[in-house]
């Protein structure tokens, strides 16, 4: 009984893992969750580059049936960028993505920190934000001067407005 009610409490806390996530507004601040003119992660010289499909995951809100994509994640001794190539999305929309510790099968799990005891925000995490065109496509680079381990595992896209329904996710 005891097993079962702390089984229970690891699943609540991983669910709303995202949720609680503030969201910042975009251009304010020195936060950096995204550069349009960044070098991408795949051009980045002398980068461990890995790129994954985008998967759209069961708690995706509707309309997000055709979403395809790829999330790249280039680790480089200026440390680490991530660059995000999607279409089919809701058009004209504002996203958030994470970086994620866990894989596509646990829908991402927790975010990833470069320091465990460390905050939720950037740098310590890493995240894009991007707003989808007209014909619901968009792509965006975020760059961070910390290289990732390989405790980052995946990137997790969630609608600004809708921040914990979870809408596809890639592994790196
Ligand atoms: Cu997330």
Do not use: W
Request: proline letters at 6%; one cysteine or more.
């Amino acid at each position: 009984m005891r097993r079962q009610i702390t089984a229970l409490a690891i699943v609540a806390l991983v669910a709303t893992a995202c949720a609680s996530d503030p969201v910042q507004p975009a251009g304010v601040g020195a936060m950096n969750m995204g550069d349009p003119s960044a070098t991408p992660a795949n051009v980045v010289p002398n980068a461990e580059l890995a790129v994954g499909a985008f998967e759209v995951l069961e708690t995706a809100p509707a309309g997000y049936g055709r979403l395809s994509g790829t999330a790249a994640l280039a680790r480089h001794a200026n440390g680490t960028t991530v660059t995000v190539e999607l279409a089919g999305l809701l058009p004209a929309t504002e996203f958030i993505a994470h970086v994620h510790g866990g894989d596509c099968g646990e829908a991402g799990g927790d975010h990833f920190k470069f320091d465990a005891s460390g905050g939720d925000m950037p740098p310590n995490e890493i995240h894009l934000r991007f707003t989808s065109d007209s014909a619901g496509a968009a792509v965006m680079t975020v760059e961070n001067s910390a290289t990732a381990g390989t405790g980052a595992r995946s990137l997790v896209i969630h609608p600004v407005t809708l921040m914990d329904a979870k809408v596809a996710c890639a592994e790196f």
